[in-house]
């Protein structure tokens, strides 16, 4: 591991501390020979104070179970019918499952203990057919699970609920993971099954609002797995109630756990709520981020040298956009209120974080900006950009006589020899929103 790895791992540490993360895998990746790799992951989350929930599927080895014994299952992920033979085969297949899960965190020094606290009842009758054994989870025992935590225990829960009378259900580990997930006020849900990651035209989706997560159950449910679906469904109602991130991966991937929570780009799907961009005014305290973000472009000459005072003098001219609180990219916009002028500089995306449409964005906030404060133009000189400023923005090349007579002083002494480009910004601008993923 780099000393960069390291310290971007750190700087997670405080706002994950002593939070709950809900991470639920299926029976599949019970199965996997990932398992181990994957309970210590859960281990380094333990040792950095974040407070693990386990639930568990035996979707894939109720099937098992079905095949060795000739036993027609009526339904593997608790979601149809649940007939008497599958849920004495589905009882059996989670208490296996929750053994070996029990053996793999005690193997990695994590105190488990397994949690009797799902309070289910019957799911009923649906379009007309009775479910029979299939229950939906009408309430968690919090108090129990808040116990465990308090003492450092990682609760382990089964889809496997029980009502007042001491009935015997089976539920949906998707459902029980946002239900408790809910209930504990977690930070997060992760969904952890084999192939568990989005993908769209073979290409992997990283990011999704709630709205976006809707629109792909629309138009492409037929097109999805089940499991799928079912996690996307989940997803979208958990970001609803309040869980600002829910996260699927694939669980039969090493180290696809810690890559995913400790990383701005993530490497599986993440669906989250409507906060997780925003534009806001460079602070002092950003002034060494935006230093170290923007660089290596000016080694490159890309931008042009800027040193901590000359920010400092300009400050309330920069604004950052965050991405779920990392600084991801960054514009200033200089204003010459005498000539109704603004000028778009420093205009900088990280390169985690490139190709996925934020310079543009960037550039119609600082045009919005610009006309919001009464600038009829708006400019922008580049080096090596101008391709990007007139292809994707619109900008028009002209002389330097177009520049307010303070700002011609500087781009002749800078000897950068920038080409100049203007656009005329629309006066009557929407409200200045952050901008949200493609």
């Known amino acids: ?53 386990l639930v568990h599927g035996c979707g894939a080895q109720l099937l098992q179970l079905g095949l060795e014994r000739g036993i027609p299952i009526s339904n593997a992920d608790g979601t149809g019918i649940t007939d008497e033979p599958t849920l004495k085969l589905g009882l059996e297949a989670s208490h296996a499952v929750l053994q070996e899960l029990m053996q793999g965190l005690s193997s990695v020094d994590l105190r488990a203990a397994y949690a009797n606290v799902i309070v289910a009842h019957p799911a009923g009758i649906l379009n007309g057919v009775d479910t029979l054994h299939t229950g939906k989870v009408e309430r968690v025992d919090t108090a129990t699970l808040q116990c465990f935590l308090n003492e450092g ?163 309330d001219d920069y604004w950052l956009l965050e991405i779920d609180r990392n600084l991801a990219g960054c514009v200033a916009v200089h204003f010459y209120p005498e000539e109704q002028t603004a ?30 404060k009464g600038a009829k133009w708006l400019l922008a000189l580049s080096t090596q950009a101008y391709n990007f400023f007139q292809q994707k923005g619109g900008f028009i090349e002209v002389g330097p006589e177009e520049l307010p007579p303070e700002r011609r002083r500087k781009w002749e002494a800078s000897g950068r020899n920038s080409k100049i480009m203007r656009k005329a910004t629309v006066q009557i601008a929407p409200p200045i929103r952050p901008p949200t993923p493609q």
Do not use: W
């Open 1 to 53: 591991m780099k000393v960069s790895d390291l310290r971007g791992i750190l700087q997670y540490v405080p706002r994950f501390r002593e939070k709950i993360f809900v991470v639920a895998l299926d029976g599949e990746v019970a199965a996997s020979l990932n398992l181990g790799n994957l309970l210590l992951d859960l281990a380094v989350l333990r040792s950095l104070s974040i407070r693990v929930v």
């Open 153 to 315: 225990i990682v609760p382990v829960i089964q889809p496997i609920g029980f009502d007042g009378e001491g009935h015997t259900f089976r539920v949906n580990s998707d459902s029980v993971a946002l239900e408790v997930a809910e209930a504990m006020r977690a930070l997060k849900i992760i969904y952890l099954s084999h192939r568990g990651t989005l993908r769209v035209d073979e290409t992997i989706v990283r990011q999704l609002s709630v709205a976006e997560t809707e629109e792909v159950l629309r138009k492409r449910r037929g097109a999805l797995e089940a499991s799928m679906v079912s996690k996307l469904e989940h997803a979208a109602r958990a970001c609803r109630r309040g869980i600002a991130r829910v996260h699927l991966l694939d669980g039969t991937e090493n180290e696809a756990l810690l890559s995913e929570i400790f990383s701005h780009e993530g490497i599986g799907t993440m669906v989250y709520s409507n906060e997780y961009q925003q534009m806001r005014r460079a602070l002092k305290k950003d002034l060494r981020a935006i230093m170290a973000l923007i660089r290596e472009s000016i080694a490159n000459a890309e931008l042009v040298k800027r040193s901590r005072a000359d920010m400092l003098a300009a400050l």
């Open 343 to 372: 000028e778009l500089a420093c205009l900088y995306v990280a390169k985690s974080h490139e190709g996925q449409g934020f310079g543009r964005k960037l550039m119609a906030f600082a045009e919005q900006l610009a006309a919001k």
